[in-house]
T-cell receptor, first 111, second 114 residues
């Protein structure tokens, strides 16, 4: 699966540093949010999710923050590794079980 | 669990030919989604099914596209006739339904129409 290519915003980060990827969502009725990671040649993979009644959720090396006031979502990756190089998508779900995806951010990890 | 299985992985066809993409969702998942990914438009939802019934096909670009889900373990996306602008990666995804679950995606079918 080819990731969305040349026109993606790109975040370059040094190996070992923390990464922050931002996403603005559009639907104030969205109740559930997900971050996906897409590596070259693969489909999007679930990383972490958060419900609208929370403002922070932590996983292994990843943290998602939700600010409903300004409709903003962020993904923090601690101690970024070469394997974190990929395209990251945020997605929102409102009633009806339909996920709407953002445009994606490419993360490049420099050794 | 084998995950969502799509076939073929790659398809090259001539303009005007019929193309059929196939998907086997995860057993027990009752929702199935077809997405298209391109450089220009990103990930677009084409159609989704709940319990084998099409719920929303508003993303299907035109009548040349059709999708079926004859049973809970199989779905097809057909393009007839195909055109070069249909070239993209097509993903199938499934989930358990309900608000608090994310989709599981297949590996996609890369379609090239020449």
């Amino acid at each position: 699966g080819e990731s969305v290519g040349l026109h993606l915003p790109t975040l370059s980060v040094q190996e070992g540093d923390n990464s922050i990827i931002n996403c603005a969502y559009s639907n104030s009725a969205s109740d559930y949010f997900i971050w996906y990671k897409q590596e070259s040649g693969k489909g999007p993979q679930f990383i972490i999710d958060i419900r609208s009644n929370m403002d922070k959720r932590q996983g292994q090396r990843v943290t998602v923050l939700l600010n409903k006031t300004v409709k903003h979502l962020s993904l923090q990756i601690a101690a970024t590794q070469p394997g974190d190089s990929a395209v990251y998508f945020c997605a929102e779900k409102a009633a009806g079980n339909k996920l709407t995806f953002g445009g994606g951010t490419r993360v490049l990890v420099k050794p | 669990d084998a995950g969502v299985i799509q076939s073929p992985r790659h398809e090259v066809t001539e303009m005007g030919q019929e193309v059929t993409l196939r998907c086997k969702p995860i057993s027990g998942h009752n929702s199935l989604f077809w997405y298209r990914q391109t450089m220009m438009r990103g990930l677009e939802l084409l159609i989704y099914f709940n319990n084998n019934v099409p719920i929303d096909d508003s993303g299907m670009p035109e009548d040349r596209f059709s999708a079926k889900m004859p049973n809970a373990s199989f779905s097809t996306l057909k393009i007839q006739p195909s055109e070069p602008r249909d070239s993209a990666v097509y993903f199938c995804a499934s989930d358990r339904g309900g608000l608090s679950y994310g989709y599981t995606f297949g590996s996609g079918t890369r379609l090239t129409v020449v």
